[in-house]
Structure formats: structure tokens, C-alpha cells
């Protein structure tokens, strides 16, 4: 089992930049990808980026294309999420998640972090 812990949430305004943080523990080994999702109130539960831990290999949503960029410090077992010119939009709680194999279910879910843009 993987635990996995966000950070770098707050409040910004529109145009500004965060980066948030996801530290991982535990069977971090058996991670194939970490993933960022995010829930906005009122809403599902929404992928934003994802990236593997051997080949870095990265997948966005088409809504932060070219704003937002995921990375990963192996040696740290944190993965990161830059998000710059952010929107009123991506006001939501992010979570972290791992997958334990290409093509499974995003799972081991982090506690959340609140990011909110005032416009």
C-alpha cells in the first residue's frame, strides 16, 4: 500500500501560480504512474495530469494543457504540480493518487488540497 500526502494548496488570485506536492510512502516501488484529480463543489471528481515514475512519461487533461505541468523527484518520491495562470475555473480539492500497473485503477488517494482563485 502506498500513502500519499498533498501539499501547496491556497488561495490565489487569477493569473497567479501554485505548485503542489504529493509525497509518497510505503510500496512506492509498485507504483507505475501518480496522478492529479481534482473535485470542484457540486462536481465528480475530474483527471487533470498524470506521470510514470520510470519514463516520465505525462498525461494532461485538455483543460490545463499548456498551463499546468506534472513532474516527478524519484529520489524524493514526490510528484509535483505546477499550475501557472491559473482560472477562477480550477478553484477545487486536488488529490493525489497512485496506479499500481499501466492501465489500472488510480487508487491510494491523498487527503486533499484546497486551491482556490479569486477572479
Known amino acids: 500500500q502506498v500513502q500519499l500526502v498533498e501539499s501547496g494548496g491556497g488561495l490565489v488570485q487569477a493569473g497567479d501560480s501554485l505548485r503542489l506536492s504529493c509525497a509518497a510512502s510505503g510500496r512506492t516501488f509498485s507504483t507505475y504512474a501518480m496522478g492529479w484529480f481534482r473535485q470542484a463543489p457540486g462536481k465528480e471528481r475530474e483527471f487533470v495530469a498524470s506521470i510514470t515514475w520510470s519514463t516520465a512519461y505525462t498525461s494532461y487533461a485538455d483543460s490545463v494543457k499548456g498551463r499546468f505541468t506534472i513532474s516527478r523527484d524519484n529520489a524524493k518520491n514526490t510528484a509535483y504540480l505546477q499550475m501557472n495562470s491559473l482560472k477562477a475555473e480550477d478553484t477545487a480539492v486536488y488529490y493525489c493518487?497512485?496506479?499500481?500497473?499501466?492501465?489500472?485503477?488510480?487508487?491510494?488517494w491523498g487527503q486533499g488540497t484546497q486551491v482556490t482563485v479569486s477572479s
Open positions: 493518487a497512485a496506479q499500481p500497473y499501466r492501465f489500472g485503477r488510480f487508487g491510494s
